[in-house]
């Protein structure tokens, strides 16, 4: 081989290298680019993640504080509701007594009017009694009980519990 065949070939082989190098240049430099593109996507779609994250705090935020305020408002209605039917049980229970003073009133005129019961004809009726005894020592006590109706004649008393709506307790 001549020094010029010698020459050609190794500028060949240097002229092949060279291409290597910058091929190779040249891919790293897309690699690179790649890279940084991938890098920065990552990074946006970090960032994309991180404001709706922020976005589902707000909105947590938000429907918590509102469920808190209906939670309250609910509360609210239902203190009202309690006061109402408070308020109705002691109408109700105002009824039920005059209903109750009603029945009284009806049977105790009906009584005084005939002073007849289960066919005893009797002196006089009265009314609303509450009774006390004297102890043998002397000393006044109450005799449990409330007599609605007390019909008295010279053989006979009739005690009358009247009601207005009858249990089997009664």
Do not use: C, W
């Not at 049980?89 to 009824?95: E, F, S, V």
């Not at 006590?141 to 709506?165: H, P």
């Amino acid at each position: 081989m001549t020094a010029e065949e010698f020459d050609r070939r190794m500028a060949a082989i240097l002229e092949s290298f060279e291409k290597s190098r910058l091929e190779d240049e040249k891919r790293r430099a897309e690699d690179e680019k790649k890279a940084e593109q991938r890098r920065l996507e990552a990074e946006q779609r970090r960032a994309e993640d991180e404001k709706k994250a922020e976005q589902r705090k707000v909105e947590y935020e938000k429907s918590k504080a509102d469920m808190e305020a209906y939670l309250k408002a609910l509360g609210d209605k239902i203190d009202k509701t309690d006061n109402k039917v408070e308020h109705a049980k002691t109408d109700i229970a105002g009824i039920s007594n005059s209903n109750g003073l009603a029945a009284e009133d009806y049977f105790y005129n009906s009584l005084e009017k005939t002073l007849t019961l289960g066919g005893l004809h009797f002196d006089y009726a009265q009314r609303g009694n509450r009774r006390t005894r004297k102890t043998p020592d002397g000393k006044k006590i109450k005799v449990k009980g409330q007599y609605d109706v007390l019909l008295v004649n010279g053989d006979s008393v009739a005690i009358v519990e009247i009601k207005y709506k009858a249990d089997k307790e009664d």
